[in-house]
């Protein structure tokens, strides 16, 4: 069984930076974590940030490119997300996923098959 937990979530004012980690374990060999997506009170859950599996093709939202990078460490099982310069735009809960498709991260929530539980991040103005 393949576990993904995320963490670095907490409230921060505008203009902060945060860093946002996820990891996988369990049965985690075939498992790359590769998007962000996150989901606002009373929204739907929007992509945000995606990494293929070598780290080598990246794709952002338009609402947070540059401004957030992706990335991954050598075990291809950790996954982080540098958020800078954050706006209270940006509070959501924030989910990775993983075992979609690695040559490219698709948009699409439906293409991922594990899901973390999510982390909160608040934005305060």
């Known amino acids: 069984q393949v576990q993904v937990v995320e963490s670095g979530g907490r409230l921060v004012q505008a203009g902060d930076s945060l860093r946002l980690s996820c990891a996988a374990s369990?049965?985690?060999?075939?498992?790359?974590?590769t998007a962000w997506f996150r989901q606002a009170p009373g929204t739907e859950r929007e992509f945000v940030a995606g990494?293929?599996?070598?780290?080598?093709?990246?794709d952002y939202a338009t609402s947070v490119k540059g401004r957030f990078t992706i990335s991954r460490d050598r075990t291809e099982y950790t996954m982080y997300l540098q958020m800078n310069s954050l706006k209270p735009e940006d509070t959501a809960v924030y989910y990775c996923?993983?075992?979609?498709?690695?040559?490219?991260?698709?948009?699409?929530?439906?293409?991922?098959?594990?899901w973390g539980r999510g982390t909160q991040v608040t934005v305060s103005s």
């Open positions: 369990g049965r985690a060999t075939d498992v790359y974590l």
């Open positions: 996923a993983g075992g979609g498709p690695v040559s490219v991260a698709p948009r699409s929530e439906k293409e991922y098959e594990y």
């Open positions: 990494i293929n599996r070598n780290g080598l093709i990246t």
